[in-house]
């Protein structure tokens, strides 16, 4: 699992020692990635038994523990063309067998259907509503999950003071203090833990109780993403113009992919305005 922090676009961690109770309800935004792809090494020799290119598998572990993304990447773009080696299709004479170098080949080629099939799932902690509309939008090879404010009471109210509001900081606190007085004040008066009170009417009250909470309120969302949408959401929300939040959080993601399957992100470069630009795009 991989945990990182964001906090006004820098990273690190905050003591709550000596906060205000207004501090105390800042959050960060928080990237962890929880799931990876995960190969059947002997499955994949099965078939590759049958087909002739068993000395593919067998090189690439004798480079060392493979990298699950990038081996499934390319034994997904080897299956297409029947290139484990040569001989194996009476077209091909000659065949790649530098990782670094087939990949660059893929991308270069934008055969991006072979990234498909590596799919990574990162859950995102403290991150507003803004965040979430935005990223849902990412429809095509994506997975989502989120907390649901229908079933989820609202007892306390999150919030990340964005860059922009530093100068009124003071009057967004006290304003999320009183939307968040308001939620527990107003649960109590309409009697949600009364007993006896049908699940059914909690979430009735619930549901219609979110409709007064402000969208920069703090949530959490499992995003499961294949590589080749990967690819396309952080070129896209690390642009000069994507909004801070999905800059400053996909930023991370960038760096995060980076290191886990560096083949497959070979082609990106990370500019001084902080956008992350693949070399070969729409791949």
């Known amino acids: 699992m991989t945990a990182i922090l964001a906090s006004q676009g820098h990273l690190g961690t905050v003591t709550d020692e000596s906060r205000t109770d207004s501090e105390k309800r800042e959050t960060r935004p928080a990237v962890f990635l929880v799931a990876r792809p995960s190969v059947d090494l002997e499955g994949m020799r099965a078939y590759l038994a049958e087909v002739g290119g068993e000395s593919w598998l067998d090189q690439r572990v004798q480079e060392g ?44 080629s934008l055969h991006g259907s072979v990234l498909e099939h590596a799919s990574y799932s990162f859950a995102f902690r403290s991150v507003s509503r803004v965040f979430t509309h935005e990223l849902v939008r990412h429809r095509a ?46 649960a109590e008066q309409l009697g949600l833990d009364d007993e006896g009170v049908p699940f059914a009417v909690k979430k009735e009250i619930t549901s219609a109780l979110r409709r007064l909470a402000p969208i920069g309120l703090s949530t959490d969302i499992l995003w499961t993403a294949n590589v ?47 956008s992350w630009v693949p070399e070969h795009r729409k791949v």
Request: glycine share 6%; proline share 6%.
């Open 65 to 108: 523990e493979p990298n699950p993304g990038e081996l499934l990447a390319e034994f997904a773009g080897r299956i297409c063309y029947r290139s484990w080696e040569p001989g194996l299709n009476a077209n091909v004479t000659r065949v790649r067998t530098d990782r670094h170098a087939y990949f660059g080949n893929i991308l270069a």
């Open 141 to 186: 090879g994506s997975a989502f999950s989120q907390e649901s404010l229908r079933y989820v009471r609202l007892t306390d109210i999150g919030f990340r003071v964005p860059p922009a509001l530093e100068p009124v900081r003071a009057q967004v606190l006290s304003l999320v203090e009183q939307l968040e007085e308001f939620q527990v004040s107003a």
């Open 228 to 274: 080749r949408t990967l690819r396309h959401v952080i070129e896209m929300r690390t642009a000069p113009g994507a909004e801070e939040e999905l800059r400053m959080v996909f930023d991370e993601v960038a760096r995060t992919m980076l290191a886990e399957a560096p083949e497959l992100f070979q082609d990106f470069v990370r500019r001084e305005d902080g």
